[in-house]
């Protein structure tokens, strides 16, 4: 049996109305205020919620969401989060982005993990990350970039030792013949990412990736439509990275954006759709 999953990423929820998300914002959250205004403007919830409805349109399997999903990772936000994602009413696998981790403080409270764990259940090499959930023939493997940064500093690291745990994975699932589809916040090909916005460790990354394979690489944190392959022992591995689900540019390639997967040992096939101000519009079917 396929799996059929939606990809959204960067949906940065907010509530501002009565959001008591204002009262935890303190000094050291440089730039907290206006991040949050401006998202306010830029980004609208409701996308979200039309993605939702969307995934029970096309009947899914599951939500998939590469990260992003609060702004500066306060706990209202991840409470707010909870409550979507439990609302949706369809599975969800998430994985955290840079704004997820945007404190130490969040960081070492594990907030993500402690808020959003549920939706990460799968097996483990003895650490949070990566995690792999089976689906008959189909592994959504985690992976996890993200790291406390200073403020306008959004890169992220996957880490040695994850690399280590990765690979290990990807090598086991490659052998029983699994179609394994890699999620990951930050973008992992080459100058994709704007300066201070990449992945620090994207060379150890793709040398992992070269060495066992994946079928399908899916990322989010550019806010645009990013498309491209690495090297795979085999044959190039697909890299999409999505639009932000909820952004409201109008801008080509920026739009607010999800993806519908088919995807099978063999057979990926997927319909992007873009937000034209009014409706989330499908492109032609493309198989990989
Ligand atoms: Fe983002
Ligand atoms: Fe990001």
């Known amino acids: 049996m396929p799996l059929r999953f939606i990809h959204c990423s960067d949906i940065h929820l907010l509530d501002l109305a009565g959001s008591s998300a204002w009262q935890f914002i303190n000094k050291r959250?440089?730039?907290?205020?206006?991040?949050?205004?401006?998202?306010?403007?830029?980004h609208s919830g409701g996308l979200f919620d039309r993605i939702v409805m969307h995934?029970?349109?096309?009947a899914v399997d599951r939500l998939v969401i590469t990260g992003d999903v609060t702004n500066l990772a306060l706990a209202p936000e991840f409470a707010l989060v909870k409550q979507k994602l439990t609302d949706a009413g369809v599975p969800v696998t998430v994985v955290p982005g840079n704004h997820d981790t945007y404190t130490r403080g969040s960081v070492r409270n594990r907030r993500f993990e402690a808020f959003l764990?549920?939706?990460?259940?799968?097996?483990?090499?003895?650490?949070?990350?990566?995690?792999?959930?089976?689906?008959?023939d189909v592994a959504l493997i985690g992976v996890s970039t993200a790291i406390p940064s200073l403020p306008m500093v959004a890169v992220g690291r996957v880490g040695g030792e994850q690399l280590q745990r990765l690979s290990g994975m990807l090598e086991r699932a490659g052998s029983e013949g699994l179609a394994r589809v890699v999620l990951i916040h930050h973008p992992v090909l080459p100058g994709v990412a704007k300066p201070r916005h990449g992945l620090l460790d994207l060379d150890a990354f793709s040398k992992v990736i070269a060495a066992n394979g994946a079928e399908l690489i899916l990322h989010g944190h550019?806010?645009?439509?990013?498309?491209?392959?690495?090297?795979?022992?085999?044959?190039?591995?697909?890299?999409?990275?999505?639009?932000?689900?909820?952004?409201?540019?109008?801008?080509?390639?920026?739009?607010?954006?999800?993806?519908?997967?088919?995807?099978?040992?063999?057979a990926i096939t997927r319909v992007y759709h873009w937000w034209n101000g009014s409706a989330f519009v499908a492109e032609p079917p493309a198989a990989y």
């Open 29 to 42: 959250l440089t730039g907290g205020v206006n991040l949050l205004m401006s998202r306010g403007r830029k």
């Open 55 to 58: 995934a029970h349109e096309f």
């Open 117 to 136: 764990g549920e939706f990460m259940v799968g097996e483990r090499d003895g650490a949070d990350y990566p995690f792999m959930q089976r689906f008959g």
């Open 222 to 266: 550019e806010h645009r439509r990013i498309e491209g392959t690495l090297p795979g022992p085999g044959k190039p591995v697909p890299v999409h990275g999505v639009g932000s689900g909820t952004y409201l540019s109008q801008e080509t390639g920026r739009q607010g954006a999800f993806s519908l997967y088919t995807v099978a040992p063999g």
